[in-house]
């Protein structure tokens, strides 16, 4: 049924958390505007019950406000343009390196790295747009909703990227299944295996499939690792230099991200061995069947500066987008960030309008595939 997972997740957040005694007692009326309210319903963000309900209660509600459907109607093209333009355009890179794997071919060195950093952005994109859109949507209607992401390709560890990719489900599995294993309070052991097996339910409700079950199994290690590593580094006050901290951390999710979207084992043992130049360390320029793209190196280079550049929260900034998480860390913005701050003005009306129109436009060019809408 449309929307099962995410509704599963809002309804187990309010009957736990009226065991424990933590949840108020809403109108059976708010609650159903709650956990039918359309925006979220797909793919998140995962609102929780005391986020929502509270501004549905509040006098007014209903009341139309300029500003919220300004800041909603734009983040909704910003969204909708990140979806349509960037991820779908990356989907013609990704696509035929996994296709071809998947056939039976041996990529080169350069069509698996291609195909595993064209698919990483593509998703970032296709999901951050999405949820984007969500939050757009739900502004418009005077409800602000938790952020999701918050430049996750900007994380120095991997703990970092958990506390900035998909942010709301990590709040919920943190919450409702790491904290109650016992979390981090019964010693290093414990908190390893707490880790690990939080990590193994979070890839489970993505597919029952042994490529989800090691995906997230990787990523459990690639956490458990960390965990011990800042450990041993801060007792001999030891640090990695930020730049190599990224370097690997995006290694290691790139790496993950191939069992994400290989269709069975083989493909992904297949990409990974041409990752490592397992079938030779050829250079040549990729001439997979089904790559339209001449120009894959400028839009893998645009893809990754996009990924790098201020995000949605940040541009939105003066205007509160979203509720604030503990995760999402305030900082001082550079000059530049302060020069992308979204205002109500004509050059933002301009810029909103041609981003929106041609995120519309372009899901009238090609199929438009939304890669969160199977999980």
């Not at 302060?338 to 301009?350: E, K």
Request: with cysteine.
């Amino acid at each position: 049924p449309l929307g099962i997972s995410f509704h599963t997740f809002q309804q187990i957040a309010y009957l736990v958390d009226a065991y424990r005694r933590s949840a108020k007692h809403y109108r059976l009326i708010d609650f159903c505007l709650f956990v039918t309210f359309f925006p979220q319903l797909i793919a998140g963000p995962i609102v929780h019950h005391n986020e929502a309900i509270p501004q549905i209660r509040r006098p007014g509600f209903l009341t139309p406000r300029g500003i919220n459907l300004l800041v909603g109607i734009s983040l909704f093209g910003l969204g909708l343009f990140k979806k349509t333009i960037i991820a779908d355009t990356l989907a013609q890179i990704a696509n035929p390196a996994f296709n071809a794997a998947h056939a039976g071919a041996h990529l080169t060195l350069v069509e698996a790295w291609m195909g595993a950093l064209a698919y990483s952005l593509q998703l970032y994109f296709d999901f951050s747009g999405y949820s984007d859109m969500a939050i757009g949507l739900a502004r418009m209607f005077n409800i602000r909703f938790p952020a999701n992401f918050h430049s996750p390709y900007k994380a120095v560890n991997i703990a970092d990227f958990w506390r900035r990719w998909h942010m709301t489900l990590s709040r919920f599995l943190r919450d409702y299944l790491y904290i109650p294993l016992g979390g981090n309070r019964r010693g290093p052991a414990r908190q390893v295996t707490n880790l690990f097996l939080t990590m193994l339910l979070g890839g489970l409700w993505h597919g029952a499939g042994w490529t989800f079950i090691i995906w997230c199994a990787l990523h459990g290690i690639f956490l458990a690792i960390q965990r011990l590593w800042s450990g041993f580094s801060k007792n001999r006050g030891f640090t990695l230099p930020r730049w190599l901290g990224w370097l690997i951390t995006m290694l290691c999710v790139m790496a993950a991200w191939v069992y994400f979207r290989a269709p069975d084992l083989a493909t992904a043992h297949s990409v990974l061995a041409s990752l490592v130049g397992g079938h030779g360390f050829g250079l040549k320029t990729p001439n997979l069947s089904g790559l339209p793209l001449d120009g894959w190196p400028v839009i893998l280079i645009a893809g990754l500066v996009a990924a790098l550049a201020p995000n949605s929260t940040e541009i939105f900034r003066r205007y509160a987008p979203t509720l604030k998480l503990v995760t999402l860390t305030d900082r001082r913005l550079g000059r530049l960030e302060q020069r992308l701050q979204w205002r109500p003005v004509t050059v933002w009306a301009v810029i909103a309008g041609l981003v929106t129109t041609a995120g519309a436009v372009a899901i009238l060019g090609w199929q438009s595939e939304f890669l969160y809408f199977q999980f």
